[in-house]
């Protein structure tokens, strides 16, 4: 592992500079595991707690792609639903036209990319919030959401969306979201330490100490920093379990992930086959790099791209808003994977936009991969 030191540096900085107080690493090449290491602080605020290797990151919407984009390739699988199923087939109620289930997977619905729901929840029945009240609520405002954008005409990254195919996959199956991705990913691929809702809410705790779990925010609305819940306000309201945020995992975790996705691409997993990692990771030869792309469920390098300068185009990846980040450059089949609680104790600390590429460069500048 020495050829990645300068990596540490980085880090190191990179905590003494406020870019985050704490941070997971882990590099992989083919089925090799590269770096893995952790940085600083889990805890600052009130009280100060280390990162050590068992502690678990809130990854945020690391959610899109490993459990949501996951469980379609799943049910895909099992013939449960059609990529080009519309909406109205599993909410007629909607008002929006002509949304499909790729259409949200890409973010090429039309719908918004956000809105301070929990705002007008908090004013109108704070009592909903973390209830099927609420969460019921929540899906029926997006269902009713004015769409901005023509559908499939442009790209707007769009939580909205995956909460509604979150709300789809409970739907097909009749089982909350947490259990499914329990019993369809987790248990497959040995994953004990990647969970919705660790502190439990009306049901068991999976973990129910705190001090397991990286610091995030001080909550404005719970009056508290949070440890083990989900920051996402909307993933609040929904009790923590939601199809655009609520996971928390460990870099070792991801990286378990990545390997069965690995293997999946050249027809060596159990749980995905070939034919469907292709459908969900297919990339343009030639697209416009200044326009972002995504797959159905991943993202992919553009223009000043979270990745840096030296990962292929042909990459998939994702951010979290908690300062957590997955790249993977599937011609040089290297990845990185990165968890960070940038957002301990605020929010507003947003250095970690700078701090990405650099990182991504730095590491494969060390492994002379560039």
Not at 223 to 249: N, P, R, T, Y
Not at 263 to 277: D, N, Q, V, W, Y
Not at 312 to 341: E, Q, R, V
């Amino acid at each position: 592992m020495s050829n990645l030191h300068p990596v540490d540096t980085a880090i190191e900085k990179g905590i003494k500079e406020g870019v985050f107080p704490g941070a997971s690493l882990l590099v992989g090449k083919e089925n090799k595991i590269l770096w893995n290491k952790v940085y600083g602080s889990a805890q600052i605020d009130p009280k100060k707690r280390s990162v050590e290797p068992p502690t678990l990151f809130d990854i945020a919407s690391l959610t899109k792609p490993m459990a949501i984009a996951t469980l379609f390739m799943l049910v895909l699988q099992e013939k449960k639903c059609f990529l080009d199923d519309p909406l109205k087939k599993y909410f007629p109620e909607t008002t929006q036209q002509g949304i499909t289930l790729q259409h949200l997977l890409n973010h090429t619905s039309g719908l918004p990319a956000w809105r301070p729901y929990y705002e007008e929840m908090l004013a109108l029945a704070p009592g909903w919030a973390a209830e099927d009240k609420g969460k019921n609520w929540l899906v029926e405002e997006i269902l009713a959401e004015p769409q901005e954008a023509p559908v499939g005409k442009k790209t707007v990254y769009s939580d909205l969306g995956y909460i509604l195919l979150g709300a789809i996959l409970e739907k097909i199956y009749g089982k909350s979201l947490d259990l499914l991705f329990r019993q369809k990913i987790a248990e497959p691929l040995n994953l004990k330490k990647t969970f919705f809702n660790p502190l439990g809410h009306h049901r068991k705790p999976v973990d129910g100490n705190p001090d397991h779990f990286a610091a995030t925010e001080k909550c404005p609305w719970r009056q508290k920093i949070l440890c083990g819940e989900v920051m996402d306000d909307h993933a609040w309201l929904m009790g923590g379990i939601a199809g655009h945020a609520g996971l928390f995992s460990t870099a070792e975790e991801v990286q378990k992930w990545i390997a069965e996705l690995q293997k999946a691409r050249h027809s060596r997993s159990k749980l995905i086959s070939r034919e469907t990692f292709n459908r969900f990771t297919v990339i343009p030869d030639g697209r416009d790099m200044n326009v972002p792309y995504f797959t159905f469920g991943f993202d992919t390098p553009s223009a000043h791209a979270s990745c840096g300068q030296y990962f292929s185009p042909n990459s998939i990846g994702h951010l979290g808003y908690t300062g957590c980040s997955f790249w993977w450059d599937m011609d040089k089949d290297i990845y990185a994977i990165l968890l960070t609680n940038r957002v301990h104790p605020s929010r507003e600390n947003d250095r970690i936009r700078v701090f990405r590429p650099k990182i991504h460069n730095t590491i494969i500048e060390s492994l002379n991969l560039t």
